[in-house]
């Protein structure tokens, strides 16, 4: 999976979709730990936490095509909830 750069240079790092998209990417990616960070950053710029728990467990489907198992993204969440708190 491959993001072209002008869509990093074009979108506001604050904007919820750009960054839980972007930690997908780079969760699919391997690279857990900007995940994370980019996962945390959209819960913050989400408008109700709840919408972002949604569009989390919601898009896991999308994921598998990537090899992400549904253990691997429950962790991913877990952590995602242990840093909000």
Do not use: H
């Not at 999976?1 to 699919?28: A, D, H, V, W």
């Not at 950053?41 to 489907?61: G, H, N, R, V």
Request: proline fraction near 4%; aromatic fraction near 18%.
């Amino acid at each position: 999976m491959i993001l072209p750069n002008k869509l990093f240079q074009e979108t506001e790092f604050n904007n919820c979709y750009y960054s839980i998209n972007l930690g997908r990417f780079y969760f699919c990616q391997g690279e857990k730990e900007k995940a994370l960070v980019y996962c945390e950053e959209s819960l913050k710029a989400f408008p109700a936490p709840e919408k972002f728990w949604e569009s989390m467990k919601a898009d896991f489907q999308y994921l598998t095509q990537y090899g992400i198992t549904e253990d691997q993204y429950a962790a991913l969440l877990n952590e995602i909830k242990n840093e909000a708190r």
